[in-house]
Nanobody, 118 residues
Framework: QVQLMESGGGLAQPGGSLTLSCAASGSIFRVVAMGWYRQAPGNERELVASVNAGGGYNYADSAKGRFTITRENKNVYLRMSSLKPEDTAVYYC??????????????WGQGTQVTVSS
């Protein structure tokens, strides 16, 4: 069973920084892509940033220039700088992977709260 475990959320001041970490475990045959999504109260879950196995990156416009996603094997990180109150949300780790040569699925972490406030 594939599991994603996030850490690193918490309280930050406007202009501050936080780094989120996500570790994938379980039967993983091949990772296709990993990324971070977020969901603020009353809003839909939205993509923040993603990286695929080929090294391609995708960032939300709101994240460009402030957030950096990196991936090391089955771990993915999100370095967030110049944080704004509107970055407050639950952040979810996401992975698209194969458990075998033919079985693939999308997996989600449990979410970690990020609050940006003075």
């Amino acid at each position: 069973q594939v599991q994603l475990m996030e850490s690193g959320g918490g309280l930050a001041q406007p202009g501050g920084s936080l780094t989120l970490s996500c570790a994938a475990s379980g039967s993983i045959f091949r990772v296709v892509a990993m990324g971070w999504y977020r969901q603020a109260p009353g809003n839909e879950r939205e993509l923040v940033a993603s990286v695929n196995a080929g090294g391609g990156y995708n960032y939300a416009d709101s994240a460009k220039g402030r957030f950096t996603i990196t991936r090391e094997n089955k771990n993915v990180y999100l370095r967030m700088s110049s944080l704004k109150p509107e970055d407050t949300a639950v952040y979810y780790c996401n992975m698209y992977a194969y458990e075998s040569a033919t079985r693939h699925d999308v997996y989600w972490g449990q979410g970690t709260q990020v609050t940006v406030s003075s």
